[in-house]
């Protein structure tokens, strides 16, 4: 138990039903609508307690947000895979349950995390997002994130434009 009211730490075996209604969450209220039923349907599911417990086996680096002791949300992050960023760190994911967007506990997570990936030595962030997430977009410009460069995902047939925000190291 902790006294704060917010808590940011590492994600634990315990924590991987927390992580897996947090990402179901999420994704229903950022892509409903976006994605087709199915498809987003398909990538809830596979996300369950098991897939988190193999994620934290495999060592992915998972950052949990707790607010009073509830989980809310979670960032994943690490060295930066997108090619032609010139970022060393980027946030895989971040999200938050819909009841704790717009309350500045993203920005907390965010700012954690990108802290976390300095103290690691990579410099520079970078994050991806489906551009038809206006409300990810916002919040990503809104927290000076510059976009970067644009990207295609296909999923069931579907091409999905994807934005790449990055926040370069100061002096950059």
Known sequence: MTTDLIDLRAARTAD???LAGIHSEAWLGAYRGVLHGVDLQKMITRRGPGWWQGALARGVDIKILSIADVPAGYA?????????????GEIYEL?????YQGLGFGRALFDNVRETLAARNLKGLAVQ????????RA????????????SWYRLGGKRLELSIYVWPEAGD
């Open 139 to 150: 919040f990503y410009k809104a927290i000076g994130g510059r976009l970067a460069a644009k």
């Open 95 to 99: 999200y938050l349950k819909p009841e």
């Open 76 to 88: 994943t992050y690490g060295p930066c895979r997108l090619r032609n960023t010139a970022m060393d």
């Open 16 to 18: 991987c039903e927390a």
């Open 129 to 136: 997002v489906l551009s038809d997430n206006q409300s990810a």
